[in-house]
């Protein structure tokens, strides 16, 4: 029986540990292949690691026919909803597969119809998956996550992407560092776990010098002239400590921000420093 490996298709399913492969492996060896592989005509769409161990140890395997697909795309969108429903998934992956979907359905999607080309009294009817918190909702995640995904997967070196796909750096600390030049996540990447964190931490801290504080506003009413009798006015020309302060408390703020913002030269470095080093 010849069977095609489709290289998209495998890339869907989310690679096993070393461990999960090897009991696995255990499994079929004491108990052969018991569930059938499900194929397309002659692509294998369900049961990729089964069918690698099962031909590496001749052990006889069954397979059925899907015949409900009319195209590739059916495919896949099979195989991704097959994913996202599993447990096993990681978090990384299944976002991957959402917006993956996403993509899909795109495209598949008829041009939308303008309010104004829509029949009287009703809306235009909006495409599915069109929106973030559709996304996060098929990938049971945040719509915050999906955005760090989205963020990996534009500007994440293909060692970082790795690094977060398999687990050794969360999804928030690998959009961190995805915000570093290429060849500095790559070195982030070879200096292990702890550099990686560490490189999220030191980027984070800068983010947060840099921001500046908010001035509060004081609101007065433009519907009516002053005429200084307003409740309010008494009360302000009888506080202007409260005003002075406030002033006061700004100033330090900028002062404040102006010394962190001066060691931001110094935080650069000790990144520098700590990717040397690794």
């Given at each position: 029986?010849?069977?095609?490996?489709?290289?998209?298709?495998?890339?869907y399913?989310?690679?096993?540990?070393?461990?999960?492969?090897?009991?696995?492996?255990?499994?079929?060896?004491?108990?052969?292949?018991?569930?059938?592989?499900?194929?397309w005509?002659?692509?294998?769409?369900?049961?990729?690691?089964?069918?690698?161990?099962?031909?590496?140890?001749?052990?006889?395997?069954?397979?059925?026919?899907?015949?409900?697909?009319?195209?590739?795309?059916?495919?896949?969108?099979?195989?991704i909803?097959?994913?996202l429903?599993?447990?096993?998934v990681?978090?990384?992956?299944?976002?991957?597969?959402?917006?993956?979907?996403?993509?899909?359905?795109?495209?598949?999607?008829?041009?939308?119809?303008?309010?104004?080309?829509?029949?009287?009294?009703?809306?235009?009817?909006?495409?599915?998956?069109?929106?973030?918190?559709?996304?996060?909702?098929?990938?049971?995640?945040?719509?915050?996550?999906?955005?760090?995904?989205?963020?990996?997967?534009k500007?994440?070196?293909?060692?970082?992407?790795?690094?977060?796909?398999?687990?050794?750096?969360?999804?928030?600390?690998?959009?961190?560092?995805?915000?570093?030049?290429?060849?500095?996540?790559?070195?982030?990447?070879?200096?292990?776990?702890?550099?990686?964190?560490?490189?999220?931490?030191?980027?984070?801290?800068?983010?947060?010098?840099?921001?500046t504080?908010?001035?509060?506003?004081?609101?007065?009413?433009q519907?009516?002239?002053?005429?200084?009798?307003?409740?309010?006015?008494?009360?302000?020309?009888?506080?202007?400590?409260?005003t002075?302060?406030?002033?006061?408390?700004?100033?330090?703020l900028k002062?404040?921000?102006?010394?962190?913002?001066?060691?931001?030269?110094?935080?650069?470095?000790?990144?520098?420093?700590?990717?040397?080093?690794?």
């Open positions: 029986m010849n069977i095609t490996i489709n290289q998209v298709l495998q890339s399913i989310d690679p096993l540990t070393a461990s999960e492969y090897a009991a696995l492996e255990r499994s079929l060896l004491a108990e052969g292949c018991r569930d059938a592989l499900v194929l005509n002659d692509v294998l769409i369900d049961g990729h690691n089964r069918y690698a161990i099962c031909r590496q140890h001749g052990i006889e395997f069954k397979t059925i026919q899907n015949t409900s697909f009319t195209s590739l795309d059916d495919v896949m969108l099979w195989m909803d097959n994913h429903a599993r447990r096993s990681s978090d990384f992956q299944r976002g991957v597969l959402a917006l993956r979907k996403k993509e899909i359905v795109a495209a598949r999607s008829p041009a939308p119809v303008s309010a104004q080309d829509a029949p009287d009294g009703e809306n235009a009817p909006k495409p599915a998956m069109s929106t973030r918190e559709e996304v996060a909702k098929a990938a049971r995640l945040s719509s915050n996550q999906i955005s760090q995904i989205e963020k990996i997967q500007a994440a070196s293909p060692e970082l992407v790795e690094a977060v796909r398999s687990g050794t750096i969360s999804i928030n600390a690998a959009a961190t560092v995805a915000s570093l030049p290429p060849e500095e996540q790559v070195a982030a990447v070879a200096g292990g776990k702890k550099l990686l964190r560490q490189a999220a931490k030191e980027i984070r801290e800068q983010r947060a010098a840099t921001r504080p908010r001035e509060p506003k004081v609101h007065v009413s519907d009516t002239p002053e005429t200084g009798n307003e409740p309010w006015a008494e009360n302000a020309a009888q506080a202007p400590s409260e002075e302060r406030l002033r006061g408390e700004i100033a330090s002062q404040k921000v102006a010394q962190l913002q001066a060691e931001n030269v110094e935080l650069n470095q000790r990144i520098a420093a700590l990717i040397d080093a690794s």
